[in-house]
């Protein structure tokens, strides 16, 4: 879109110039380039469009820009673009006057996209006015003065012009770039001139090689059209230079070499720089030969390339000698910006030196090096000696050629999926190296070797999987039938789990079986194909629907998963297998759909690579084609194609040369990197600096200039002293920031997020943008970004992919921000690119229906027969008289044929069928060999065979013509047309092939015979038109996937838009991968991986797009490696892996390189001690910060960190198998989690981990925990078990990754690979493996000896950490044993666990078993020794205060019987408590456990066996007993612990005889004791009930908003005790109301997402054109009701009061037809369309009507009150007088439940789900108002206007009718904001109702009717606007400060409404008949409209 810039833009852009050159680079404001266009709100652009006259207009100008100063048609726009009001100076300002170079063409230097030669500044306006006299076809250059305004326009179109955005210049670009446009024409003639000069003010006729030839070039390299996203206009482009390249080279070549004779560039009156010549020729050669690897046909362009380098070298030297010895206008600045110049121009070209010298050599490449240069240990220097001597080159450079077709010396060569000879070849795969020093076909030291094993490294990873599965079921199929396989009981069981060990590696992929075909479809995505195959064992064939769907969901990220990889093994009978290779096209929703359906089948669509396969399908699904005995099976990768296929493509694709870093990057001989002095980022030149203050918590100035060794030092002091960075981060920030390649590592804990972050900060402040930041998973880039953000660094975030779990970063997306740009602007472009597009896929429909439907059999059938046949062609078409006039007679109008629906349309139709041979067989005759007669003739009054008869075609029914009249009819035939009444005799013959092959007779044939003829005729035609139609159907998939290609393109172009903008583009590697090309073109200057040791090589050189100047990687190569399936090829492999160490990252191989790498040594995650074990081993250096050394201890553990030592074996499956468990862990983990749950400190997420060393010992885990706690499993080990599941070990992880038991008590449960970079308080680590009492019998300890892994391991916990395993086995491993020793320096390692309670630490107890620690602490607290003796009522005194000496000194004798004899009885004391049920408890004096009394009101203690008998008052009633401190007996520590906060009292000084609240105790779980009157004040008591003094009165209405559990204020454990009961359950309730509305969100964001994939396009409108397309006019006929549809609005009224709210779904789909009296193909064809909607609309009722706990609490306590006081009458005393019974119950029972009301929590979500059922009943309306269109063409306008437009009324009715209602709830519930919001819903609806009322009208005469109710509704619009804004603000001024939100939210929106009402009233106003805007035009608007309802639609957070 063409806007108008502001009056005097470009001589405001004149004065800016000289005062921006004189900044610093990183001050200077953004490119324009880099910004995105902003979006001018259409409300404004409408109605100022009414109010601009076109007085004035110049002649053919647009009427658009003249009203409004945009244009949506852009430079495609046929008129001149002139402003109203502008002047002319402004519309066509002077060119600018040149400057002299300054730092920012320096700076500039380092972009290889801004080679724009300066001196032309033309606006997009200007440039669209001049450019339309050069776009006439007819248009020739006539003067040179033509082509220079030509070439201006184009040099203007460059970011450096200001006054052009990235839109502009891609709008040009397709103008411009047209293949079949003027404009490319006008290009290639400035190219292709005859006489180009470099000193043409030499030669008047010669065109300029610096103002006419060289800014076409700079053009070419221009970021408008380098950074395109149009590449099919790009190509068209480039592609002028190859029709041009000989002509070019030597124009370029002779102006140079004038330039470099006379050391000038200059031309009078035009000087130049050879800064911007060479970035002018350097970029578009190096594109040019990039795109199109032409180097060798042209000797021209070689010499070229070679000869710009040497004259680089010569214009470098001569301008940086002193004096200087060339004339150019960089001489004026300092030298070493001279220098830094010319340095960086040197970059630049290398890479087209690079690519020339390469090409040069290619036929010297079967070089194979072995230089030495490491020291490798004798297994790997054997190993290295192997491969020498194994070495063969790949494809053609191998001796005896290839091994298969795929396989190739070139990359860019092989196919990424294998074909079927690659998968079945049992040759050995060619694998390169990984390494320096190997053999290897490319050079070494060379970007090109890096690739080339990289990539056949990862594909390797991606298809042995594959390979091997493929090779398996075929190796079965070859085996004899009777032979027992794998494959055979699975076909028994109908599919299943098919498993492979080779080697170490263990493959398992599923195999579905008798795999059938279904219909072929061609649509955007490309050609598919569905799939029915067998569903597996197990859920997924259950009886019930859920069952099975809930199967699907469980195991739907890693089967059957949309862009999973499949092959389908294809085996005829008789014939070998062959194996096609595809991808899941189908979404998981569509595998949900198979499985409700389908009981013991599954349905997927599949789209194949090879067209082969396809063609194939399309024949087998002919009609005339035979089911035949085949075998079809479908088998799974494990690998996912789809996020591992784009770094293929990228790796292969990529240029070699254009990727930087290449100094650093290659594998280089020596092996060496540390004498390689890394130099500053690119965009560093000599004079930059980096402004540090935001370094500092304190205003504090700090330049950091990367080139002055001064400088740096002085920052790394400074910053190490004074900056919130401590020593290691401060020395990591200066090295990142003066490096363009920077290696951070940070050891655990150390803080490499923050680090990141803070580098991000000061990039940010410095204006170095656009930063891609690239994260291992989404979870730690959601981290980032919500940190970045919570910073406050930068908003302009843009993240890409849409598996955000964070709210905050979703709405960051580019998806979501996509869907809120405006769609609505008309691109003729993006429009006919989808022409293009559709007119492909029907091309392809009709050829596949043309194999399938067999359309072309005839026509094909004739040319096959006279190729081969030549006589029985001749026959053929030379029948006998009578059968030619027979033939005529049936194309006749009024001929009838027996069989009208397939009648013959040719000769050969005629004979195939045998019509013929009908005619002459009399129906009766039983005659099987001839088809039914009796039916054929001309209807006629001159035929003497007159009307023919009606006989049924059935040649055994009954004739309906006698015998007599259908042979007078035959002879009367025969008579006229031969001249005889004789009827030839039908033949009868039956003979084999060969006599009919040999007798061209055809005629003669009988029908049987001609049938055997047809069918080798139909065979013989198949197997010579099968090579035609597969080149066919190759051509066509080319064609379409050029289109689609084409259209993806001109939408990234919005995408282009968006990323422009933004300052941090953030993904994972995944992410950047599949937008590689994208994001090459927003060129991001710099790259930012975080954990970057996780992550692959092949990934992040993947990820390395042109542009990136800076690169920091930031992780711990000690720490996990990156994730790969392949043991074969990675480190972990003591053998044949260490050739390949494909699991090692970039990272860790350019440090383990020596290149320079930062770390991090200030860890603040774990306690020292936990520290020690990763000190002791790896990090030497590792400091811990002071915070962690006041860790606190572990409660209810005697040791913070402890290795219980055991001998209990493992089990499980194979050595390397990820299954193994060890029960006996299993049990202690449970034991374990359980005692410290019971802590009442470690209960949040978090709090408590297990990590597991094996998947299988999680699932054991998990289920032993089950129905304790809430374990919470992460999806990526969920994922992971699918792979590796047996039917017992796993069942049910699937169901839910987490478990819903108790929600205070939640546990955390992972792998260690899947826990780096999250810690836990407290950790508990399963080793698993345990070879048990006989170490003799160790295999090993598997992953475990891995140092990575147990780094991550030992390195996770913050506070305790607890080690299950066996110290024998794990001392074989360097790591282990180091970490044991320390463990034993500790005193931290034994055979058993030491437990005590956290109150008496020196009661240890020693656990070395599961159960023990149930019986030692039941409650968490350490118990002791409990005995329990009964007493009878009678032995104790009802109500004595004093139980008797002798009494208790007999319960002691009783006691020494059973007590140990090492115990000494009678010296200790013992307490009695007096039980209500005659039991009592005795126990020793400390501990205190005892059964609960709850009937009496207070339990009583007696001192037995004390010099004094005491009467001590412990509890308040209701208390549990065995938790109780005795104030008396209690050591001296806990006497003096405070208990009552008011007064500052200890338990010592508590008057136990007292009565009051701070006499009484209450001892909680946690052991602290407290009275009661200071809990009652931390619980918030009063709050709950009415008191009178300490006197409860009643139950108190309880406080609003969600309340937190109270908690001990000494160690935040939470209160439990029964006297706040009703607190806690209040707290209960709350926690269930948050988990009601997550889930409420949740659904509310998926209804969201599917209205928004609803909305996105015309889908629905597609889908019904497409099923009522070719349905006859009589389906669309409706029963005669008698009427026809009224005009009149549809009142909502019409819905019934009760119907609930929302109005069910059934009323806009199942109910339509009846409802609105609407034909059933049209109602069918509605709802298959919209069912996605009704289904979003079901879930947003589902919302709506959801109660909320209070509220569902509240309902049953007043129900249960109101029945008990209707059953009780005289409780309601005092009420009955003035209600009835029944009313003073209810309102007894609702004042006496604690509530004056009902809680109004719920009703958010409830307007929410209404608001979302509204937003799809608008969308439903734009769908049906845009299927009128396919209606009308139909010649349905009647019903369009009667019943179709009622449907639409009667949803705008019901639209009107819910807002109001949604408003009711709205105003109850007091939420001003959700009024507003409603408000303006039913704005919208009463003008849309109003819209299409008059839309039904054809009647002019009702104009002014019409016009005075216009006039009423806006005025109604602005009253309403008014008047709610007014009580908005009123409510602001009561303390709610938010105008902001108002003008956005209801302001805005309101006047949007307004102001259509308003266009309305004016077109009404002119008189003009109301005519009803197009369809088209109501979806653009609706679309519009429903764009900021999706906004608008956010969350209320109110």
């Given at each position: ?16 110039q000289p ?21 001018p ?25 003249w ?57 997009p306006?200007?440039a ?94 221009s ?79 070689v ?60 036929t ?37 050629g ?15 999926v294998p ?245 650093y ?7 060496d ?5 890394v ?151 993006q ?27 005839p ?32 194309h ?53 065979a ?12 009954a ?91 001109i ?100 440090s ?30 590792l ?75 999680l ?35 699937f ?71 066996n ?12 970490v ?19 109150r ?72 009695v ?123 108190a ?12 204020p ?31 969100r ?26 009522l ?28 009061k ?31 369309a ?170 002019g005469?009702?104009l ?10 806006y005025?109604a ?58 369809d ?23």
């Open positions: 879109m063409l806007r108008a810039g502001p009056p005097g833009a470009a001589a405001q852009q004149q004065q800016q005062a921006q050159a004189a900044r610093p680079p990183q001050n200077n404001p953004n490119r324009r380039g880099n910004q995105a266009t902003p979006q709100a259409a409300t404004n652009a409408i109605s100022n469009a009414s109010d601009v006259s076109t007085a004035g207009m110049p002649p053919n100008a647009c009427k658009a820009y009203t409004t100063g945009e244009c949506e048609s852009a430079f495609s726009c046929r008129f001149r673009h002139v402003k109203a009001g502008a002047s002319i100076r402004e519309q066509e300002p002077l060119p600018p006057p040149r400057v002299a170079l300054n730092n920012a063409d320096v700076a500039d230097v380092s972009n290889p996209f801004t080679g724009a030669l300066p001196g032309a500044a033309l606006t306006t200007q669209h006015n001049r450019i339309k006299i050069y776009l006439k076809p007819d248009y020739d250059f006539r003067r040179l003065d033509d082509y220079y305004t030509f070439v201006s326009i184009l040099q203007s179109a460059n970011p450096q012009n200001n006054t052009w955005f990235i839109k502009d210049g891609q709008e040009f670009l397709q103008l411009m770039g047209d293949p079949i446009g003027s404009g490319i024409r006008r290009i290639h003639d400035v190219l292709a001139h005859p006489n180009v000069s470099a000193e043409s003010g030499l030669d008047p006729t010669a065109l300029s090689f610096q103002r006419g030839y060289l800014p076409v070039l700079a053009y070419f390299s970021e408008f059209v380098i950074r395109s996203t149009l590449q099919t206009n790009v190509n068209a482009l480039y592609s002028l230079i190859n029709h041009n390249l000989d002509h070019v080279t030597l124009t370029i070549r002779r102006c140079m070499e004038s330039c470099m004779t006379r050391h000038s560039f200059d031309e009078p009156a035009n000087p130049q720089s050879g800064l911007h010549v060479f970035k002018a020729l350097i970029t578009p050669l190096y594109e040019y030969v990039k795109r199109f690897r032409q180097i060798g046909n042209s000797d021209n362009l010499v070229l390339v070679h000869n710009l380098a040497g004259w680089l070298e010569q214009w470098g030297n001569e301008i940086c000698s002193s004096p200087h010895r060339f004339t150019d206008s960089i001489v004026n600045l300092p030298v070493e910006q001279r220098q830094h110049t010319v340095n960086q121009l040197k970059k630049w070209i290398k890479p087209l030196v690079d690519l020339v010298e390469r090409s040069e050599a290619t010297r490449r079967a070089e194979a090096r072995r230089p030495a240069r490491m020291d490798p240990d004798t297994r790997q220097r054997g190993l290295l000696l192997q491969m020498e001597l194994r070495y063969q080159p790949p494809g053609q450079l191998r001796e005896g290839p091994l298969h077709e795929n396989d190739h010396a070139s990359i860019k060569d092989i196919r990424i074909p079927h000879s690659e998968l079945v070849s049992t040759a050995e795969t060619y694998l390169p190296c990984n390494m320096a020093g190997t053999p290897h076909h490319l050079p070494s030291e060379s970007m090109e070797r890096l690739l080339d094993i990289q990539f056949r490294l990862l594909r390797e990873e991606l298809i042995a999987p594959i390979r091997t599965s493929v090779g398996s079921i075929i190796d079965d199929l070859a085996k004899p039938p009777t032979e027992k396989t794998q494959l055979s009981e699975l076909v028994k069981k109908n599919g299943g789990l098919y498993k492979c060990e080779q080697d170490r590696d263990s493959i398992r992929f599923s195999l579905y079986t008798d795999a059938k075909f279904g219909p072929m479809v061609c649509d955007r995505r490309g050609i598919s194909v569905e799939l029915t195959f067998d569903a597996p064992p197990g859920d997924a064939r259950h009886k019930t629907p859920a069952k099975r769907t809930a199967y699907w969901e469980s195991v739907g990220k890693k089967r059957l998963t949309q862009g999973g990889l499949v092959a389908l093994i294809w085996k005829p009978n008789g014939g070998s297998p062959r194996a096609y290779l595809g991808i899941i096209s189908s979404s998981s929703k569509d595998l949900l759909d198979s499985a409700k359906k389908h009981e013991s089948k599954v349905k997927v669509r599949v789209s194949f690579f090879d067209a082969e396969v396809e063609l194939r399908i399309l024949r087998r699904l002919q009609k005339s084609q035979k089911e035949e005995r085949e075998t079809k099976f479908l088998i799974e990768s494990p690998a996912m194609f789809e996020s591992v296929r784009p770094f293929l493509e990228t790796l292969r694709a990529q240029e070699p040369t254009s990727f930087p870093f290449s100094d990057l290659p594998l280089f001989d020596s092996g990197l540390s004498q390689i002095r130099a500053p980022p690119a965009y560093a030149h000599p004079q930059f600096d980096f402004d540090l203050r935001s370094l500092f918590d304190q205003p504090r100035d700090l330049l950091l200039r990367p080139h002055d060794p001064i400088s740096v030092a002085r920052a790394r002091t400074i910053l190490r002293e004074e900056s919130r960075l401590d020593d290691t981060q401060a020395e990591a920030m200066v090295d990142a920031l003066t490096s363009e390649v920077s290696l951070i590592q940070g050891p655990p804990g150390t803080g490499k997020s923050y680090t990141g972050i803070e580098i991000l900060r000061v990039l940010i402040a410095n204006n170095i943008r656009p930063i891609l930041l690239i994260a291992f998973t989404n979870h730690a880039l959601d981290n980032i970004i919500v940190k970045v953000i919570e910073k406050n660094i930068t908003k302009k975030i843009v993240r890409l992919g849409s598996r955000s779990a964070d709210e905050t970063v979703a709405e960051l997306s580019l998806d979501k921000i996509l869907m809120n740009v405006n769609k609505a602007r008309n691109d003729r472009a429009g006919r690119a989808y022409g293009n597009m559709k007119r492909a896929e029907e091309a392809m429909k009709d050829f596949m229906e043309e194999i399938v439907g067999e359309k072309s059999r026509a094909q059938l004739d040319i096959h027969l006279s190729s081969q046949y030549p006589n029985h062609h001749d026959e053929l078409h030379n029948p006998p008289f009578w059968i030619r006039e027979l033939f005529d007679q049936s006749d109008h009024d001929f009838e044929h027996p069989n009208k629906q397939n009648q013959p349309k040719s000769l050969i139709d005629f004979w195939r069928q045998g019509g013929d041979l009908a005619f002459i067989t009399y129906p009766g005759s039983g005659n099987s060999s001839t088809p039914a007669a009796g039916r054929g003739g001309r209807r006629g009054k001159n035929r003497g007159g009307r023919p008869d009606t006989s049924t075609n059935d040649a055994n029914a004739p309906t013509v006698d015998r007599a009249t259908w042979t007078d009819a035959r002879q009367t035939f025969f008579e006229e047309t031969c001249g005889a009444r004789a009827i030839p005799p039908a033949p009868t013959t039956n003979r084999n092939i060969d006599q009919l092959l040999r007798d061209s007779q055809m005629w003669n044939m009988s029908k049987a015979e001609r049938d055997r003829f047809n069918a080798r005729l139909n065979q013989g035609m198949l197997e010579g038109a099968q090579q035609e139609q597969l080149e066919e159907f190759e051509r066509l998939k080319e064609r379409h996937c050029e289109a689609s290609v084409e259209w993806k393109e939408q990234d172009k919005t995408k282009l838009e968006v990323l422009a903008n933004a300052v941090i583009i953030g993904c994972t590697t995944n992410g950047a991968a599949k937008l590689t090309e994208l994001l090459r073109s927003v060129a991001p200057r710099v790259l930012l991986v975080e954990e970057a040791g996780q992550v692959l090589e092949a990934h992040i050189l993947a990820s390395l797009v042109p542009s990136i100047q800076h690169m920091i990687l930031i992780g711990d190569p000690l720490q996990l490696r990156p994730t790969i399936e392949n043991y074969q090829i990675s480190a972990d492999n003591p053998g044949i892996g260490q050739l390949y160490r494909f699991d090692r990252s970039l990272m860790e191989r350019l383990d390189s020596g290149l320079r790498m930062s770390r991090l040594d200030v860890q603040r995650r774990m306690r020292p001690e936990v520290s020690e074990l990763i000190r002791c081993t790896l990090y030497p250096s400091i811990d910060n002071d915070a962690v050394k006041a860790r606190p201890s572990i409660r209810g553990m005697a040791k913070d960190v402890f290795f219980l030592d055991h001998r209990h074996a493992e089990g499980g499956a194979g050595e390397e198998s990820v299954s193994k468990t060890n029960t006996f862990e299993v049990n202690m983990i449970k034991d374990l989690v359980l005692h410290l749950l019971r802590q009442g400190a470690y209960t949040e997420a978090g709090d408590i981990v297990v990590l597991c060393a094996y998947l299988g010992q699932v054991q885990v998990r289920k032993a925990l089950a129905g304790e706690v809430m374990t919470v499993v992460d999806e990526r080990d969920a994922a992971q078990l699918v792979d590796h599941r047996d039917e017992d070990d796993v069942a049910g992880i169901e839910a990754t987490v478990q819903q038991v108790n929600i205070s008590s939640r546990v955390l449960l992972r792998t260690v690979d899947n826990f780096q970079g999250e810690e836990g308080r407290v950790v508990i680590l399963s080793l698993v493996r345990n070879s048990g009492g006989n170490p003799a019998a160790s295999k090993g300890i598997g992953f475990l000896k891995s140092k990575n892994r147990t780094n991550v391991a030992l390195s996770r916990a913050k506070e305790g950490m607890y080690i299950l395993g110290a024998d086995d794990l001392a074989r491993s360097e790591m282990w044993s180091g044991i020793a320390e463990l034993k320096r500790q005193e931290a390692i034994g055979p058993a666990l030491p437990i005590s309670c956290y008496h630490p020196q009661s240890v107890t020693l656990i070395n078993g599961p159960g023990q620690i149930a019986l030692h602490a039941p409650t968490g607290i350490h118990a002791g020794e409990i005995f329990a003796v009964s007493i009878s009522a009678e032995e104790i005194a009802q109500k004595s205060m004093i139980v008797l000496i002798s009494f208790v000194k007999s319960l002691v004798a009783k006691f020494v019987a059973i007590t140990p004899a090492n115990v000494p009885v009678l010296s200790r004391a013992y307490h408590w007096n039980l209500a049920t005659g039991r009592a408890t005795i126990m020793l004096a400390r501990l205190y456990v005892a059964r609960l009394a709850p009937v009496y009101p207070v339990i009583y203690a007696v001192m037995a066996l004390c010099p004094v008998v005491t009467l001590v008052l412990l509890v308040v009633c209701g208390e549990p007993c065995e938790i109780q401190i005795c104030p008396t007996c209690a050591p001296d520590n806990v006497k003096s612990q405070v208990v009552d906060f008011i007064m500052q009292s200890s338990l010592s000084d508590v008057d136990l005889e007292g009565d009051g609240l701070d006499s009484k105790l209450i001892t909680l779980e946690c052991g602290h004791v407290f009275t009661v009157e200071t809990l009652d004040g931390i619980c918030e008591l009063a709050s709950y009930y009415k008191t009178e003094g300490e006197r409860w009165l009643q139950l209405q309880p406080p609003k908003g969600l309340q937190k559990p109270p908690v001990c000494l160690c935040r454990a939470p209160i439990k005790t029964r006297r706040y009961g009703r607190i806690l359950k209040r707290v209960d309730l709350d926690m269930s109301e948050q988990n009601v509305a997550n889930k409420c949740s659904t509310l964001r998926q209804v969201s997402d599917q209205v928004s994939a609803f909305s996105t396009g015309d889908q629905a409108v597609d889908n019904m054109e497409r099923e397309r070719d349905l006859p006019w009589d389906a669309f006929m409706t029963p005669d009701t008698g009427s026809v549809g009224s005009t009149a609005p549809v009142d909502c009224k019409i819905i019934p009760g119907e609930s709210l929302p109005v069910k779904s059934a009323r806009f789909g199942s109910q339509i037809k009846d409802r609105h009296q609407l034909p059933e193909a049209l109602a069918v064809a509605w709802n298959n919209v069912k996605g909607a009704l289904r979003a609309y079901d879930q947003a009722c589902a919302v709506a009507s959801t109660n909320s706990a209070h509220v569902r609490v509240w309902e049953a306590a007043v129900a249960t009150l109101h029945h008990r006081y209707m059953a009780t009458p005289h409780l309601l005393e005092g009420l009955s007088l003035s209600f009835t019974v029944e009313e003073a119950a209810l309102k007894k029972a609702r004042k006496d439940c604690g509530a004056s009301s009902t809680p109004k929590a719920d009703q958010r979500f409830r307007v929410e789900g209404c608001w979302a059922t509204i937003h799809i009943r608008f969308l439903l309306v734009q769908a049906a108002q845009g299927i009128s269109e396919h209606l009308r063409r139909k010649g349905l306008d009647a019903l369009v206007r009667t019943q179709w437009a009622d449907f639409i009324a009667y949803m705008l009715s019901s639209i009107r009718r819910d807002t109001a209602l949604t408003l009711e709830i709205a105003e109850k519930s007091r939420s001003y904001r959700q009024v507003l919001k409603t408000v303006v819903l039913m704005m919208e609806a009463e003008f849309q109702t109003f819209s299409h009322h008059l839309g039904r009208q054809r009647n005469m009702l002014k009717e019409f016009e005075h109710e216009a006039k009423t509704g005025k619009a602005q009253a309403e606007k008014a008047s709610q804004a007014d009580r908005y603000r009123l409510f602001m001024a009561q303390g709610h400060q938010d105008n902001e939100w108002l003008v956005e939210n209801f302001i805005e929106p309101a006047q949007g409404v307004i102001d259509k009402w308003a266009k309305l009233r004016q077109q009404l106003k002119k008189g003009v008949v109301y005519t009803e805007v197009s088209q035009e109501k979806r653009d608007v609706l679309k519009a409209f429903m764009s900021g309802f999706l906004g608008f639609m956010r969350w209320c957070d109110g």
